[in-house]
């Protein structure tokens, strides 16, 4: 072949791309939690689990994740510079019982081994191990050695090139191995998750979410058995301030979305109603009368989301609108729609160390207005009767008044600007003077 030829052979080959390597991936195992009791229901809350998290991944800017189920587990598959996220994100999936970073390895014992020496000499790096024991499960029953013989042969390795002695009852290290269809898993630590049920698995309910300690966690506490939530909050505008109310929710909102909450929330302005309430109604039932209003506001919500419950952060007996006649007066504003009080029995310290626990405690200490405090009488109610509620509210247009206040209804995204530094707004002069 001429110089020529060749010449012209090499300008008109198609240029050879070198491969990329692949990208070294990171594992997490996930065990469900409660998930067995639910018998021919069970795929449906496994496949709501694996949404979730999917979500949640994807809300904390983890890419080219994958998610999948192996025989009662789920597999998380990641690239391993998320392997932080990912770590702090497990503790905030509600449905997981255990957690734990697994190791991936073709289904070859030789090279099975040597990822198990690796592991065991970063390990042994750190402290020496006291004893150990290796549990192994097989997924892929078509394999031909049993679970109980091949942890018999692992141990074996382990112990004869590392010299740790075998505990079968209470092992410092417990190396577990998931013989896979194409592969072995193994990993040894075991992690508590948040357990409960799986979000969007027991129904859905509105949230009345205020910046206070309480309804923050009954949000959290109903998530968690598998509720889906629709947060609605209260503020007196015109009459009070209402910009860092509105701030601090949305605030409390964001934070509760890490654990798989909605990014938005209607935000509804019940100043007006509360000033014909205080002109109008009993002084010693205003409390009452503005609890009612505000579940008959929040009903309408549930009933356009469709919802079938009511969620507050009601604790029994800690304020005047909280006592056993209260609640039932209140809750008869809205009958049949069940209001789910999960706090109701907790002290406000347990209270306090749950909303620690979840992140909203700093934030709910934050100084900002309360539509419950507005306007309030000198003398309230403790016992009010569901009689003498209606008997309050005779004056009053109360349909007209929910009404106007889903009217002026806003949402807000958590995700679209918001200016805390923007200056509060004056509120207006209350035309009527609530002094007692």
Known sequence: MSAETTEKVAETAPEVKAE??????????????????????????????????RHQLKASGVQNFKVAQMHVEMLVSAPIQYVDTIYELSKKIFGVAKYSR????????????KELAKYITDLQAKGPIKSFKVDTSRVDKRYPTNSMDFSKEIGAFIHDNYNIPVDLKNPA???????????????????????????????????LLSGGFDSPVAAWSVMRRGCQVV??????????????????????????????????????????????????????LRVTLYRRLMVRIAAAIAKRNKCTALTTGDNLGQVASQTIESMTTIQAAINPLLIL????????????????????????????????????????????????????????????????????????????????????????????????
Not at 179 to 203: A, H
Not at 267 to 273: D, K, L, M, P
């Open 20 to 53: 990329a390597p692949a990208e070294e991936m990171t594992y997490f195992i996930y065990h469900p939690h409660e998930l067995w009791l639910k018998g021919k229901n069970r795929p449906m809350f496994e496949r709501q689990l694996i949404e979730n998290m």
């Open 102 to 113: 697994c190791y991936k390895v073709d289904r070859d014992v030789e090279t099975l081994h």
């Open 173 to 207: 290290l417990r190396i577990n191995i998931e013989i896979q269809n194409d592969c072995f898993f193994f990993y040894s630590e075991r992690l508590d998750g948040v357990g409960g049920l799986p979000v969007n698995t027991s129904g859905k309910t509105v949230v």
């Open 231 to 284: 947060y609605v909050h209260f503020h007196s505008s015109p009459y009070g301030e209402w910009r860092s109310s509105v701030g601090k929710v949305r605030k409390i909102v964001q934070q509760l979305a890490t654990w798989g909450g909605p990014d938005t929330f209607y935000s509804v302005s019940i100043g007006e109603q509360q000033r014909q309430i205080a002109l109008k109604g009993p002084s010693k």
């Open 341 to 436: 009080r999960p706090l109701l029995a907790d002290s406000k310290e347990e209270i306090i160390e749950k909303a620690a626990r979840i992140g909203t405690k700093e934030i709910s200490v934050l100084p900002a207005g309360d539509c419950c405090s507005h306007m309030l009488p000198k003398k309230v109610a403790t016992k009010p009767t569901i009689e003498e509620a209606i008997e309050g509210e005779k004056d009053l247009n109360v349909d007209e008044m929910v009404k106007t206040a889903l009217e002026g209804m806003q949402v807000i995204d958590i995700n679209d600007p918001w200016n805390d530094e923007a200056p509060a707004e004056e509120p207006q002069a209350c035309p009527l003077a609530f002094q007692e």
